[in-house]
């Protein structure tokens, strides 16, 4: 575990998931930040989820 006045001392490094404005707006002040374009799966009825996941 980390000491606390440790973690204030170190550099912030940030994984974005989701909203790119926040990973925009990290990168702008200079922090290393990377984003990773996510979006659930969207819920579909079971016949058509299933004829899906055929698919894939």
Known sequence: MVEPRKLFNTEVKVVNVGL???YEDLKKQ???V???NYQPRPK???EL???LSELL
């Open 20 to 22: 790119r404005i926040f």
């Open 30 to 32: 200079g922090v290393k």
């Open 34 to 36: 990377v984003h990773v």
């Open 44 to 46: 579909l009825e079971k």
């Open 49 to 51: 989820e299933s004829k």
